[in-house]
């Protein structure tokens, strides 16, 4: 949970960074949306850029695949984001310093200024977002193994009923016409049960017909 919103946060902090940063000055005093996206591959120019053409349109797209990462809890979407703001950002300083003949930082405000590290800063949050995050159908991993495993007691239904394994087996009634020493009666196990009375007569005995 906490790891879920300081990704959040992570993230939306450091998209507003990025849609801000064209509106402050970058270099020379000129501000970010005067750059045109045409002007990084081919070469720095003075001429101005609107809105729909400028810095800015990476930038605001970045932000809006950022939403979209956070909605869709999806790391990917969110790393893509900071590639795309630390992309133009340098791909932009390597264009002015090839214009300009190098890049300087000094408090007149001829060199750079607060837009270029709002971008930077703002890439770099987003890819620490999407590092903090748990992504979609991320579970955590259980630190103490088997504790949390349901152990359901075994039962022994055997003993608990009192059942008995030892009892003898059965004892055969004798076939007709067999000598007999003595009248014959079941055995423990027989009708009603261990050491129960026999209700049936004894066979017939043919020794005195």
């Known amino acids: 949970m906490f790891r879920s919103v300081l990704g959040w946060i992570l993230a939306l902090v450091g998209a507003t960074a990025a849609v801000l940063s064209p509106f402050h ?10 750059y045109r996206i045409g002007d990084l591959f081919g070469g720095i120019t003075d001429s101005e850029a609107g809105i729909a053409g ?14 979209a990462g956070l ?7 969110v790393a893509l984001a900071g590639v795309v703001v630390l992309g133009f950002t340098v791909l932009w300083m390597v264009r002015v310093g090839q214009a300009r003949g190098g890049l300087t930082v000094d408090s007149e405000g001829t060199g750079l200024d607060i837009g270029v590290p709002l971008a930077f800063g703002g890439g770099v949050l987003l890819l620490l977002a999407a590092a903090v995050m748990l992504g979609r159908g991320q579970r955590r991993r259980r630190v103490d193994g088997d504790k949390h495993r349901r152990h359901e007691p ?30 014959w009666r079941p055995g423990p196990g027989g009708p009603g049960g261990p050491g ?14």
Do not use: K, V
């Open 25 to 34: 000055t970058w270099y020379d005093g000129r501000p970010g949306r005067d």
């Open 54 to 67: 400028s810095i800015l349109l990476p930038f605001a797209f970045a932000a809006l695949l950022t939403l």
């Open 71 to 77: 909605l869709l809890r999806s790391r990917l979407m």
């Open 154 to 183: 075994e039962h022994d239904y055997e003993h608990e009923h009192g059942y008995d394994r030892d009892y003898p087996p059965h004892e055969r009634a004798p076939e007709e016409g067999a000598e007999q020493p003595f009248p």
């Open 196 to 209: 129960g009375p026999d209700d049936r007569p004894p066979p017939p005995d043919h020794r005195y017909r």
